[in-house]
């Protein structure tokens, strides 16, 4: 079975830039996550999606970042404009739906603002 | 809002002894505990569940406990193994809302 994939591994941009990350799950998951991880603190939700809707978003400043899940399976998650408080790893996740199970989480994006 | 807590950043252990890494939390509705391994510049990989209506949960070497009147859980590893060094994160869930620990780094030396 293959993983959740993310794309790029790294990227660097400068204040005031816009960046976009990619995912696609695992086949079948339904549940799809982004997490923001800000070094030395735990993964911090960012958006959930089931199937193309959007679960939950409570959490996404929504001023600068935004997020699609076309057709229920692959997302992508915008900033803009990105700011020196965004550098941070955004990690993907996917799941079957009950939280037992676990998530699947991709190796995330490291994203560095100067 | 820090409702996971691991206070502990880091923790050293010898190969072979019982690794015991503990987790707080403050949201009493939390329905499920999980542990979470990372290894760097990977993604968080599942490692071990339990349901709130249950006190211990086994898979080979690694054990959960919770104690829901303290509000506590904690992984045991035993016995510790090198390949174990990694960070660990607890989480918590309730309505599929997962809330992560800060996380511990485990260093088992040989």
Known sequence: E???????????????????FW???ISGHATLYWYQQILGQGPKLLIQFQNNGVVDDSQLP???????????VDSTLKIQPAKLEDSAVYLCA????????????????????? | DQQVKQNSPSLSVQEGRISILNCDYTNSMFDYFLWYKKYPAE???????????K????????????????????????????GDSAVYFCAASVNNDMRFGAGTRLTVKP
């Open chain 1, 23 to 25: 995912c696609n799950p």
């Open chain 1, 62 to 72: 929504k001023d600068r970042f935004s997020a699609e899940r076309l057709k229920g």
């Open chain 2, 55 to 82: 006190d211990k949960n086994e898979d080979g070497r690694f054990t959960v406990f919770l104690n829901k009147s303290a509000k506590h859980l904690s992984l045991h590893i035993v016995p510790s193994q090198p």
């Open chain 1, 94 to 114: 996917s799941s079957l739906g009950h939280p037992i199970y676990g998530y699947t989480f991709g190796s995330g994006t490291r994203l560095t603002v100067v």
């Open chain 1, 2 to 20: 293959a993983g959740v994939a993310q794309s790029p591994r790294y990227k660097i941009i400068e204040k005031r830039q816009s960046v976009a």
């Open chain 2, 43 to 53: 993604g968080p990989t599942f490692l071990i569940s339990i349901s709130s209506i």
